[in-house]
């Protein structure tokens, strides 16, 4: 499969979840209100669940009990998973697909992702 054709995969998959869980959020952690209305659950759910839930792509998984996947990619320390999320890695792309987000909304996301994966 083509690179065009996983990234437009992933976007649908990501609006797939955006709609489904939109209704479903419960009230979860706000590490950083880092732009106005920033809400770390919220753009998880709209940019990241999508390849973090199933691990697409190589993604760590996130939810309880995952940590296991994140350590390896700790072990530089969290500016540098923060900086691979930023610039992207491996097969994702700079910011994921937090094409809105800045440095900070990244930094919240990659904290609320460890924080959910413990």
Not at 37 to 51: D, I, L, R, V, W
Not at 57 to 72: C, D, L, Q, R, S
Request: proline share 3%; hydrophobic share 45%.
């Amino acid at each position: 499969m083509n690179n065009f054709l996983k990234a437009g995969l992933m976007v649908m998959t990501a609006c797939a979840a955006t709609a489904s869980f939109a209704d479903n959020s419960k009230a979860g952690l706000q590490l950083a209100q880092v732009s106005d209305g920033f809400n770390a659950e919220q753009k998880y759910m709209a940019s990241c669940f999508a390849c973090h839930s199933t691990g697409a792509a190589g993604a760590p998984k996130v939810g309880a009990g995952m940590m296991g996947e994140w350590e390896p990619r700790l072990e530089k320390g969290l500016d540098a998973v923060v900086a691979n999320a930023i610039n992207g890695v491996n097969a994702m792309p700079a910011k994921g697909l937090c094409f809105d987000c800045n440095e900070d909304d990244i930094r919240a996301l990659v904290e609320y992702m460890l924080e959910t994966s413990q």
